[in-house]
Each structure stands twice: as C-alpha cells, then as structure tokens.
C-alpha cells in the first residue's frame, strides 16, 4: 500500500507495532507541547486536530481531506496520520493518540471494534446514510447471487479477491459470509490491500476473465469498473449502515466548535460521490487540496450548514 502523508502543519507517522504519534511543538514550553501532542491547549481552546484514517478505504481519505481544508480554513492546525487498519485506528482513538475518526463503519462492519473501545470514544453523528458492504462480480459475469457461488469455484480458481485482514470486511467474510454460503471447501479469501484487490479487478476486466471480489458502497470503484452486486439472499454481508465522524474521549469538551462543524456535517450520496471522484480520480495524490477547494466551490452549501 502506498503511503502518503499530507498536513498543512505538523506531519505524523504512525508507530509500525501500536499508534505512537510523534509531534513537533512549535514552542518549548509545556502547554505547547500539549497542544501538538493532545490537539488542545490548556485553556481549551482547539489549535490542532489530528486526523486518523485509512488511506485505501476511500471515503475517509477523502472526508480527512475535506475535513483538512476546512479546519485549516478556521486557522486549525491540522495532523493527518494514515494508518494501515482498521484495529491500530480505533485502539489509537480510543487511547487518544487521534482526535478524529472521520468515516468510521461504527455501526455494523466495525461494530467489534465499537465493543472493545466504544467507551473510550466519542460519536459525533453519522454524515452519511446507507452504506453496505458487498460481493461483486464483472458484468459480464453469468452469476447474480452470493448463493451461485457455490458449485462454480471453478469460475474463479476457487479464490474470493478481498482487502486488508483487519477490515471488518474481511472478519465478515470470513465467518458470516463463507459459511453461510458453503464457501469455505471449495474458495480460499485471498487477504491483501485494497490496492491489490483493485489491481487484480482492473487486470481481470481488463482481460474480460471472471474475478469475484469484496467491495463496499459508497466506492468509486462501483461505477469505474464494469461491476454488479451480487444479491445476499442470507442477509450475510449484514445490514445498512451510516457512516460516523468518532472522535476521542473529551473531545468534544476541548474542541467545541469543531466538534459542532462535525455533528451538523451531513453529505447525500451525490455529494460524497462527487467529492471521492475528484479527490482519488479526477486530481489524485498530491493535488487533493485542489480537489476539495473544487468540490467546495461546487457545494458552497456544505459551509453553510456547518454553522447551523
């Protein structure tokens, strides 16, 4: 997975074996320092705000850019921290070295994750309704049900082409969705990134080949490849959810404001699917402030009613 960082102030990385953030005071004395390292002074007023999120998983790369150029806009420091997974994300949230979760699937695929760490973790409110987690196949594909599947391994080589092994996804697939399809003997759940689920989508299409793969709504790459869902008789893959901004424990308290620009941030699904195409397709990796600046410029309502 490639990795690339972006902040307008101070820049963090995080640790390989646990979140462990390391930040730049801009002065040498104390409440500075716990300015860059907790996101707010002592006094309470809200000078920094870092941001964790997974850059494969495309709707908080662009939420954390959205969110990037509005708090810097406001004179916020904001740190951006792209973390690899899902587990490493929310335990760093939980243990408050990330103030914000901006595109969290809270409710049902990362709910195990809400059980270990819900306590330690602040709900914002959902900016998005209706996201769902998916199996998908090419078009051109003659299967329409996770239940065709079945008997057909030889389709596919026997292999379901999924993401990262700590995504919620990936859990779900492995003990909802394979068993409850009779999956397990005759498919092996190939455990990757996205990027190179992504990479052998496009590769099979590409070759008009047969590919089943894991996928979510909302995604750009629902409408960039040539893909259908297959439908989920079982219910399976679980149901709906919203998409939630979470933040750490007390943060709500040291960053009032920002927090209340974030619990009235609502986007319909034809907003969200203009920002994600800007930011990872139309301008891409290194040009995303550019892309937010645009898709601001053509949603001039989304300011407004975070002041509501």
């Given amino acids: 997975m490639n990795k690339h960082l972006t902040t307008r102030g101070a820049r963090l990385a995080a640790g390989l ?15 500075e320092a716990a300015t860059a390292a907790g996101g707010t002074s002592a006094g309470g007023d809200c000078e920094s705000v870092n941001l964790g999120f997974i850059p494969s998983w495309t709707d908080g790369l662009s939420m954390a850019h959205l969110w990037d150029n509005v708090l810097t806009e406001q004179g ?26 901006p595109s969290a699937w809270s409710e049902v695929t990362h709910a195990a994750y809400m059980e270990e760490y819900g306590d330690q973790i602040e709900d914002l409110g959902a900016w998005y309704e209706g996201a769902k987690l998916t199996f998908a196949v090419p078009e051109y594909t ?20 999924g993401i990262e092994p700590g995504a919620g996804l990936t859990a779900t697939t492995k003990d909802s969705v394979m068993p409850a399809y009779g999956l397990e003997e005759d498919y092996t759940l190939v455990e990757s990134s996205t990027t190179a689920m992504l990479a052998e989508l496009q590769a099979a299409t590409d070759a008009n080949e047969d590919i089943v793969v894991t996928l979510w709504r909302p995604f750009w790459a629902n409408s960039e490849f040539p893909v259908k869902d297959l439908a989920d008789p079982e219910g399976a893959l679980g149901d709906s959810e919203a998409l939630h901004t979470l933040a750490r424990e007390g943060f709500a308290a040291d960053c009032a404001d920002v927090a209340s620009m ?4 609502t986007l319909t699904d034809e907003q969200y699917g203009s920002l994600e195409n800007l930011v990872v397709n139309e301008y891409g990796e290194g040009r995303y402030d550019e892309a937010v600046d645009a898709w601001l410029e053509e949603n001039p309502d989304f300011m407004e009613s975070l002041q509501a």
């Fill in 76 to 101: 916020i420091e904001v740190e951006m921290t792209e973390i690899a997974d899902a587990a490493p994300l929310y335990a760093g949230l939980a243990g408050g070295d990330v103030d914000v979760y």
């Fill in 262 to 265: 974030m619990e009235a941030a």
């Fill in 142 to 161: 003659d299967i329409e049900s996770i239940a065709d599947l079945a008997g057909n391994a030889e389709m596919f080589d026997g292999r379901i082409v």
């Fill in 17 to 31: 074996a646990a979140v462990a953030l390391t930040a730049t005071a801009c002065g040498g004395d104390a409440e």
